[in-house]
């Protein structure tokens, strides 16, 4: 079965986008499947379904707490919430101010330990574009909602994406690890150090979904190679 989502994986990355090479900036050579997150002053009205979009409207500077122990509430505010289902790559809602929902694959890791995530089916590259007046940048968390509690229980992952925009060239910065598992603290630790790491959709019985929060940045850039046979 895994080998025939990598198939089905890199054909489809390969109809969507082609080979394209890219020199110098830091990602690799090859076809994959880009997302736009794009940083507005203001909320649009609409869903944003129902098509084959490559972006994600964000609220442009809003952040909120990114809890790093389980923590209970009875609602998550969900602007500038990105979550996550498992499927082929598609944006299902662009719309992150109320909510948007991105689909991916499950990324299974031939490696896979606290300190160390290598040899996955895919990797993620990030860099940031716009704008790079006032040094903008935005963090990036992989969370889960543990929906068997009652309140539900959200929990982050201790491993945070810095997107920064700077004066100059920007590079994209290999984020596979932070995006596709969480690095959890599952035991009393003032420090939030991680003990336990867990890929996406690993669980049933929890909700995952990415927590942007935007301090000015107007566009984030994702690429997401498939690994070749």
Not at 73 to 90: A, M, V, W
Request: net charge negative.
């Amino acid at each position: 079965m895994k080998k025939f989502l990598v198939v089905c994986l890199v054909l489809t990355l390969s109809l969507v986008l082609g080979s394209i090479a890219f020199a110098g900036n830091g990602a690799p050579s090859g076809s994959h499947y880009n997302l736009n997150l794009l940083g507005k002053d203001n909320c649009k009205a609409e869903d944003m379904t129902g098509s084959n979009r490559h972006s994600i409207f964000m609220l442009l500077n809003y952040h909120d707490a990114t809890p790093l122990d389980p923590t209970t509430s009875p609602t998550l505010d969900r602007r500038n919430k990105i979550f996550l289902q498992e499927g082929e790559f598609k944006v299902i809602d662009g719309n992150a101010c109320d909510g948007a929902i991105f689909q991916l694959p499950q990324n299974e890791c031939d490696v896979l330990t606290v300190g160390e995530v290598s040899g996955c089916d895919y990797d993620v590259y990030i860099r940031g574009l716009g704008s790079p007046k006032n040094n903008p940048y935005a963090d990036m968390t992989t969370c889960r909602i543990d929906t068997r509690t009652e309140p539900d229980t959200y929990q982050c992952s201790t491993e945070t994406v810095t997107v920064e925009r700077h004066k100059g060239k920007s590079t994209f910065s290999n984020v596979t690890k932070e995006l596709t598992t969480l690095c959890l603290n599952t035991v009393d630790d003032p420090n939030n150090t991680c003990d336990e790491r867990v890929l996406l959709f690993t669980d049933e019985f929890y909700q995952y979904y990415w927590d942007y929060d935007n301090f000015g940045l107007r566009l984030a850039q994702l690429r997401f190679y498939p690994r070749v046979p």
